[in-house]
């Protein structure tokens, strides 16, 4: 591991004040894990970016699997950490909040493997497709991808909003595939290949059967059961079920059962009071 130059990371500090002005407390634990981890590493880089970064040559050819780990983590700049950090800060207190925290920690994981996956095979596209070996060599760092894939997230969850985007007013579920191109205008160093890598992902996981995938993945364990989706009934250990009506946050008990018996004698109570 090894230290970063000592100069002013104008970007950085940005960054450490944009988190202050939010609040530690108000930042749920998975989002401020990967923000401190991002942070880390930028500030302690495990290896110089050349030897993180991922691509068709480094990933598949040479086997370096662990940059499909290392890249998403690592930043050209601190422009480049700022904007992404920043973007995962929002993106996280809503869909944390929204997913809860063990299963969105299980999301992070999965996309930052998944998206450096799926770019490897555009890029390995482009080279049959476009008959050119140079994007073999096309190696990227930066948790931009991932972020693409949270986008698509965040509007499938939260449908009907409409994004700005320089400026322009776009329906949430087309922002990211406006944004993918604006980026790529804008910056024309940025990889389209990876953030269009994270659009994909988040399809998958959205209309694909990646979600499914990772339920059965992670092997009905409950803990990693999807929060979002709505359930229907509550059931209690003798294996009897009740509606899902709303009930007062903390502890709620079920209905309390009784035999035909005791059924039979309120009955009769009842009667008797007449």
Not at 216 to 244: L, M
Request: aromatic share 12%.
């Amino acid at each position: 591991m090894q230290r970063r130059q000592g100069r002013v990371n104008a970007g950085l500090l940005l960054l450490l004040y944009q988190i202050s002005q939010v609040g530690l407390q108000n930042i749920p634990s998975v989002t401020l894990g990967v923000l401190a981890l991002n942070i880390f590493l930028f500030l302690n880089p495990v290896r110089a970016l050349p030897e993180v970064c991922i691509s068709v040559k480094e990933g598949f050819y040479r086997k370096n699997w662990q940059r499909l780990l290392l890249s998403p983590v690592h930043h050209a700049d601190d422009w480049h950490l700022y904007y992404n950090m920043i973007s995962m800060l929002w993106k996280g207190i809503m869909l944390e909040k929204k997913l809860k925290s063990i299963w969105f920690a299980y999301i992070i994981a999965v996309f930052s493997v998944l998206v450096g996956v799926v770019y490897m095979v555009l890029e390995f596209m482009l080279v049959k497709i476009l008959d050119d070996p140079s994007y073999e060599m096309n190696c990227a760092v930066g948790f931009s991808g991932v972020l693409f894939a949270l986008k698509v997230l965040n509007n499938h969850y939260n449908p009907g909003r409409v994004s700005s985007v320089l400026g322009l007013q776009i329906p949430s579920k087309y922002a990211c595939w406006v944004e993918l191109v604006a980026i790529h205008l804008i910056s024309p160093g940025t990889s389209f290949a990876g953030h269009l890598a994270g659009i994909l992902v988040g399809l998958m996981y959205t209309m694909g059967p990646l979600k499914k995938i990772m339920k059965a993945c992670a092997g009905g364990i409950s803990s990693f059961a999807d929060p979002a989706r709505p359930r229907d009934y509550y059931s209690d250990f003798s294996g009897a079920t009740y509606n899902n009506e709303r009930r007062p946050y903390g502890f709620w008990f079920p209905p309390e059962q009784h035999s035909e018996e005791e059924i039979r004698r309120q009955r009769l109570r009842r009667f008797e009071r007449r």
